[in-house]
């Protein structure tokens, strides 16, 4: 993708603001909306234009960035009233970034398939700190070609980029990631207040544990998190809910069978109704240091 | 510990016997008892002596060691007739490596104590191959002086060694570990199955995440057996279930929620019902493939 080529950024929140800069940083004209106005004004200060609506972006854009919170989101901004559908010119791509549910992906490419417009998937992981390094991991959904094209995009906001394979692939694997990640982080906490309840210490747990097959990321991350009691996110606990519900909603129109994910949402959902939903899922122990009675520390 | 110390070996099957005769070269005077006769005879011709009870081992052996399938047979080998309780002199110490209930252990443990026997639980990782090649991961509860003058009889069985404090911690650390890894494969399963759904490839699917916050020695070392479709043990599921039954028990008595590993446990039960008891754990994701129709590949 040639940098003269004119960017719009739809979506100015924790990860759409540090996304965006980086865009900027990396020499790309850009066009940014958000639905709270304030939030452009920033970005406009360090040389962003500032839009009226999502059309408007689209308008005035070879590539429209996506990057809002959820599956209704992304139908509202792309494909609703003064959406990018209405001002997409043919030839532009739209790459949605968002974390949603792949379902909706593959709605919203169609639709813009018509208008002769290319849409990719690329929703990303490693969180607020990951977006302002420009170190994000991008897992991309969609033509491989269209992918090739904006590859230098994505390397300017992520450092692992990796191409999945067809519209709604990168969504997919997202959810596999939350999945697994959810489940993992309930093994290790079910497990260390089993073992704490009988005397055995987080760190001899860890020690004796991480070098086996029991070793895994979220054991590295997650143990020294219980250790000191510190569930400041990192990944919010509402956030997981959210990705296991398009997960849930992905699993039902696919038919699989999914008792794990469904599970570990409804430990989430009761950490959540418990007021910790803004608390790191790392803190999903808690919901078993409740049941239990006691700490794993 | 001296290697003139007489060692007493109670139970030669796929673990014991491997286990036995690392003992016999790493120069140790061996005692063995199994309850099938025939199976001591190996050991016999390379310089065991074969005995006719448990309690006929431990009137020889200064240490006795105890590898059997589960808590029942550790109650009879130790504690029931011509058990090594109604042998054992003063002074002698009893080391369990059999993966069992720690409820079981303590019970022994303490029935010893008034004899003046002292009891190690040493439970172990990593196999068949691991216990041939002498690197079996050993978790070690029990007086820590008593670790200590055993160290290297563990050394010349085990690759790592870890003293992880009171009698029964040995075995509640391997239920920790089983647990862990159980579910974090059922994970894996359920994730990878939604996504083969979705047309992603396991090897796709292990590219993207296998870097990232899912990643796990479980994921390194399972994805390969789904893609493979190699199901041989491995680990079987059989002896996981034993595994999450202990679990379960210790659970009651220490009054904490498992409501994963108890779900695990089902998925693991009904695959044992469909003749796929015998299969490594990694098949577990056969489970996910029966209920969604389908292959994780």
Redesign the interface.
Known sequence: MEKKHMVGFIGLGVMGKPMSKNLIKAGYPLVVYDLIGSKMSELVSIGAEGAGSPKDVSKKCEIIITMVPDSPEVEIAVLGENGVIEGVKEGAIVIDMSSIN?FTTRKAGEALAKKGVEMLDAPV?GGEEGAIKGEL?I?VGGKEEIFKKSLPLFKSMGK?I?Y???L??GE??K???Q??????I???S??????A????SAQ??F???R?????????E?KVPRFVERNFAPGFKIDLHIKDLKN?LT??QE????????S??GQ?MLALSNKGKGANDHGGMVEF?ED???GKVK
């Open positions: 792949p992981s991991a897992m692992s990796t999945v394979g067809e709604g692939g997919m694997m959810l596999v990631n999945l697994i990640v959810a489940v993992n309930a093994a290790l079910e497990a260390f207040m089993l073992g309840k009988a005397g055995l001899t747990m020690q004796a544990l070098g086996g097959l029991a070793g895994s990321k979220v054991m991350t997960a992905a699993a696919l038919k699989v069978p999914v008792p794990f994910a599970l570990v430990v078993w049941i239990a009675g």
